[in-house]
């Protein structure tokens, strides 16, 4: 198969021709039809992740049709188009048992765990329990962008914080996680603030659903302009890039009781970022991650998607090869496009 390869983290990445992997008992090989590329696998390139062993695959956003099969899978068949949340569960731990496989003691993580979507193809464990049965109306484009960005938002937005009709819904970053949270958020009726640096990035949110924007380069105080703009601080407020100053910026600008999710990586130097803690307090504040979505949540996600209320497919930017992805990986932290790169050419 062909499959973007690197043997050095921070290393310019090579396509090349690999070994076809084999399906273990319990899992399948899907052939790829689209993989998205994303901030996490420029993150786990950087060496910023330590589940990865070199050398190594990248891709972890991915869609396809199942070519092999281990003996034990039982709920799949050949020829069926699929896609997987990019963290899979054991299906045996307390917390997989308990429908939470997002966080699952043994999870593993196609593209960092092991060998990626960066390929023709890409073997998948424990299929039975982490595979998502693809409708026909949703294209293999599509359904790779909802892998990580929106499904990770999707949890997030619905699950994590909450969000019902009429809450002011502050979104910091308008990157792909951004950008679908923004969209979920309006389906549900709440009220999307978009912040950004960007103003290209802040005329496409608010043209999916943002009912106001601030641009964080030219207002002084980004927390005082959400306040002002939802009469009071945000009730929900999600950190979609992940850095110090958002993650500060959007515990900081919530009303009491407010909702705050941490979506955006924290990793190396902002591993620990500064909060105000003395607000989480005194405000009660609630304070979440968001890892992921589990496979049986995808149903709620793709019946609005089916309904006409959720078009994830306005948020893809650009359809690639793969070839074309190795420089767009690597300029990934600079990168300055609105939407999601998919990769649809091997």
Not at 84 to 113: D, I, K, L, M, Y
Not at 257 to 270: F, K, S, T
Not at 296 to 322: K, N, T, V
């Amino acid at each position: 198969m062909r499959a973007m390869y690197y043997e050095a983290f921070g290393a310019t990445p090579t396509v090349r021709t690999l070994p076809d992997p084999t399906p273990a008992p319990d899992g399948v090989v899907v052939k790829v039809a689209a993989t998205g590329l994303c901030r996490s696998d420029w993150h786990g390139w950087m060496g910023h992740d330590p589940d990865i062993r070199l050398p190594h695959v990248p891709g972890h956003e991915l869609a396809g049709v199942i070519v092999a099969l281990g003996p034990a899978v039982r709920h799949f068949r050949l020829g069926q188009r699929v896609t997987v949340p990019f963290v899979a569960g054991c299906g045996h731990c307390a917390e997989c048992r308990s429908g939470n496989q997002q966080v699952c003691e043994a999870q593993f993580q196609p593209g960092f765990t092991h060998w990626g979507s960066f390929a023709e193809l890409v073997a998948i464990d424990r299929a039975d329990q982490n595979l998502v049965e693809l409708p026909e109306a949703i294209d293999f484009a599509t359904a790779a962008s909802l892998g990580c960005r929106y499904a990770t938002s999707f949890r997030a937005v619905v699950d994590q914080a909450r969000v019902t009709g009429g809450e002011w819904v502050a979104v910091h970053g308008c990157g792909g996680v951004g950008l679908s949270a923004i969209q979920i958020a309006a389906a549900l009726g709440a009220q999307p603030i978009a912040i950004d640096i960007a103003a290209d990035k802040l005329a496409f949110a608010r043209s999916i659903g943002a009912v106001a924007s601030i641009n964080a380069r030219e207002t002084t105080d980004v927390v005082a302009a959400i306040r002002d703009f939802s009469g009071g601080g945000a009730h929900v407020s999600l950190d979609a890039l992940g850095s110090p100053t958002t993650c500060f910026n959007s515990i900081a600008c919530l009303r009491r009781r407010g909702r705050h999710v941490q979506i955006g990586l924290m990793l190396a130097e902002n591993a620990e970022p500064k909060i105000p803690m003395a607000r989480v307090i005194a405000h009660e504040l609630e304070i979440y991650g968001s890892h992921g979505m589990q496979a049986w949540r995808y149903d709620a996600m793709l019946a609005m998607i089916a309904a006409g209320r959720l078009a994830p497919d306005r948020l893809i930017g650009r359809l690639i090869s793969l070839d074309e992805a190795v420089p767009a990986l690597v300029g990934l932290d600079k990168a300055t496009d609105i939407g999601i790169s998919v990769i649809t050419r091997f």
